[in-house]
């Protein structure tokens, strides 16, 4: 039931962002997995996308799965413990009321499109080597066994 942010695993970018996710979300509200797992290319075909798709984003819920800018606004109000605290998840609110999707989308795009340029590109996915975060990630083996994941 806890929703799963899908991410570039080799970005740095992308990485940094989930550090930061996990950092602000002691609770563990969200777990997350790599756009190149095999759970994140089994969840990315259950919705109708390509398996190799590492264009975006992806948070997926138990109703259906957000990309681009409204993933990242859908993960920014989830995440109580930002440094924005208590204010982090109106102000996701009014910029969603104030800015219109494919703006946001078209700004989404233009940092994606650039984020190897940006930050570069690891040779592998992050890995949860001290086991801090174990809990958080979901493992490839949840493809296996869920055919409906």
């Excluded at 290319?41 to 798709?53: I, P, V």
């Excluded at 989308?105 to 174990?134: M, P, Q």
Aim: net charge positive; charged share 25%; hydrophobic share 45%.
């Amino acid at each position: 039931a806890r929703p799963i942010i899908l991410y570039d695993g080799v970005c740095n970018l992308c990485n940094g962002g989930m550090n930061r996710a996990l950092d602000w979300d002691p609770e563990g509200v969200l777990r997350c997995a790599a756009l190149q797992s095999a759970v994140g290319r089994s969840l990315l075909m259950r919705h109708g996308r390509a398996a190799s798709d590492i264009s975006s984003i992806v948070l997926v819920d138990e109703q259906r799965a957000a990309l681009k800018s409204e993933a990242v606004l859908r993960i920014a109000q989830r995440l109580p413990r930002s440094p924005f605290g208590r204010l982090l998840a109106p102000s996701v609110t009014i910029a969603r009321a104030l800015t219109p999707r494919f703006l946001a989308d078209a700004a989404y795009d233009v940092v994606a499109t650039n984020r190897y340029r940006l930050l570069g590109k690891r040779d592998s996915c992050r890995l949860d080597e001290d086991g801090e975060f174990a809990r958080r990630f979901v493992p490839d083996d949840f493809a296996k066994l869920q055919p409906n994941v």
